[in-house]
């Protein structure tokens, strides 16, 4: 279940909006396209709250790229 916090979180829109639990898991990924095209950065991260686990893309080429859920916790999973 996702905390309010997360429920906010506007998915699949070129946004950087994001809540103060969101913690950085490992590190950031930079992904190159070619040498025409500037790279695509890919960070993950897991609120401290509820578990949900969030992918954040950064690429201004797609208008679909930004917050999206990689993880929501089940029911009876413990927040960490």
């Known amino acids: 279940m996702f905390c309010n916090l997360c429920a906010s979180v506007p998915q699949h829109i070129r946004t950087d909006k994001q809540h103060e639990h969101l913690q950085q898991v490992g590190v950031t990924e930079r992904i190159s396209q070619n040498a025409k095209k500037k790279?695509?950065?890919?960070?993950?991260?897991?609120?401290?709250?509820?578990?949900?686990?969030?992918?954040?893309?950064?690429?201004?080429?797609?208008?679909?790229?930004?917050?999206?859920?990689?993880?929501?916790?089940?029911?009876?999973?413990?927040?960490?």
């Open 39 to 80: 790279p695509i950065w890919v960070t993950r991260f897991r609120c401290e709250l509820c578990g949900t686990e969030w992918r954040h893309e950064d690429d201004p080429r797609n208008h679909v790229a930004g917050w999206s859920l990689e993880k929501a916790p089940t029911s009876n999973e413990q927040p960490r």
